[in-house]
């Protein structure tokens, strides 16, 4: 069974940061396109880093580039999200997210991967 568990979530002051971490089981995690999303209330879920499967190549939305870096580490079946220099348009819940279907990982950027975490809460005050 797939099971993907978000942490590192929390509140900061703008300017400040966070790292953000999802643990994955249950699935061949080196076979992956991974993904971080985040969405508001009111708002369409919006994709902000993918990171391929082999070479761990990072895209990211403009909303986030160059402030938002996103990892894996194949041995330890884990993906993070590194925030620098967050603000408070960045507050959101955040979630992780993975699917093996994809032919290239930046399709994560338009349409949904196939397993989500639950996601984790990360506010950001003026």
């Known amino acids: 069974q797939v099971h993907l568990a978000e942490s590192g979530g929390g509140s900061v002051q703008a300017g400040g940061s966070l790292t953000l971490s999802c643990v994955f089981s249950?699935?061949?995690?080196?076979?992956?396109?991974l993904a971080w999303f985040r969405q508001t209330p009111g708002n369409e879920r919006e994709a902000v880093a993918t990171i391929s499967r082999v070479g761990g190549v990072p895209v990211y939305s403009d909303s986030v580039k160059g402030r938002f870096t996103i990892s894996r580490n194949n041995a330890a079946n884990t993906l993070y999200l590194q925030m620098n220099t967050l603000k408070p348009e960045d507050t959101a819940l955040y979630y992780c997210?993975?699917?093996?279907?994809?032919?290239?990982?930046?399709?994560?950027?338009?349409?949904?991967?196939?397993?989500w975490g639950p996601g984790t809460q990360v506010t950001v005050s003026s």
């Open positions: 997210a993975a699917d093996d279907t994809f032919a290239v990982c930046v399709e994560a950027f338009a349409r949904d991967p196939a397993y």
């Open positions: 249950g699935l061949n995690f080196a076979n992956y396109c």
